[in-house]
């Protein structure tokens, strides 16, 4: 899956260039979080890509999804596969950033795969350092955009490295929000922990799983088949 295409089972999602690549950890995000979304009307994507997660939700949900794009050539990429999908009509792709984004009112549910590594080193190619590193968007100004544009009692979800997620949440939960759902990702037994994603809300209890994406050569573990079958369609 982190080919050029990501074949869902009714439709082809389209890749914008070497920098918003699908990946596998985005995918299982995507899925992931689809299994805890209840009746939200309206869902906000922080950092869409060329709308990924956008489309695994809606395939799941009936909510109008909002998908805030800062990048021209993946927002445009992002337009065309909204367009080119069975939920084309609640799917609103905006080139936007995210801190100066102000909607009518706040979302009950909000979805993001942030920039990664805020504090590594960078390389020569801007472009993949603004997907993959905090440039335009740390930790601290993710989680105030996440505040100001969630309801009171909404929830959202985010994709990050292990190490960095542990950072993000102490900040939230600093902030009041209690991880709910927590999904550590593995490639291969043995291997460590390279990917959590997490669901956080106010209240609740964290329950905790863990998914190996891999097992023996480079078969897919069943955990892993039955959470992308609905989504991917060569498993």
Same mark, same amino acid.
């Given at each position: =899956? ?5 074949? !869902? ?6 890749? %914008? *260039?070497?920098? =918003? ?6 995918? @299982? ?5 689809? %299994? ?19 489309? =695994? $939700?809606?395939?799941?949900? #009936? ?11 993946? !927002? ?7 367009? %080119?999908?069975?939920? #084309? ?5 905006? #080139?936007? &950033? ?17 920039? !990664?590594?805020?504090? &590594?080193?960078? *390389?020569? &190619?801007?472009?993949?350092? %603004?997907?993959? #590193? ?24 985010? $994709?990050?490295? /292990?190490?960095?997620?542990?950072? !993000? ?7 009041? /929000? ?6 550590? @990702? ?14 956080? *809300? ?25 959470? $992308?079958? &609905?989504?991917?369609? /060569?498993?």
């Amino acid at each position: =899956m982190g080919n050029s295409y990501f074949r !869902f089972k009714q439709f082809t999602v389209q890749q %914008a *260039g070497s920098a =918003m690549k699908v990946c596998t950890d985005a995918c @299982v995000q995507g899925a992931f979080t689809a %299994a805890f979304i209840k009746q939200e009307p309206r869902i906000l994507d922080i950092g869409a890509g060329t709308g990924l997660l956008s489309l =695994m $939700l809606a395939q799941q949900s #009936h909510a109008v999804i909002d998908a805030l794009e800062l990048d021209g050539s993946a !927002f445009r990429q992002a337009e065309e596969n909204f367009k %080119a999908s069975p939920w #084309h009509s609640r799917l609103h792709a905006l #080139h936007q &950033d995210v801190q100066t984004y102000a909607p009518p009112a706040p979302y009950p549910f909000i979805i993001t795969n942030p920039p !990664f590594y805020e504090n &590594d080193l960078k *390389g020569p &190619d801007s472009r993949r350092n %603004a997907a993959m #590193h905090a440039t335009t968007l740390d930790y601290t100004a993710l989680l105030n955009a996440i505040r100001r544009l969630l309801t009171p009692d909404g929830r959202y979800s985010v $994709l990050l490295p /292990y190490e960095g997620f542990q950072r !993000f949440r102490e900040m939230a939960e600093a902030a009041g /929000y209690i991880l709910q759902e927590l999904l550590d @990702v593995r490639q291969r037994p043995g291997y460590g922990f390279f990917r959590s994603i997490g669901i956080f *809300g106010r209240g609740g209890e964290t329950h905790v799983r863990e998914l190996t994406i891999q097992g023996a050569g480079v078969q897919y573990t069943p955990e892993f088949t039955a959470l $992308l079958k &609905d989504y991917y369609l /060569y498993l």
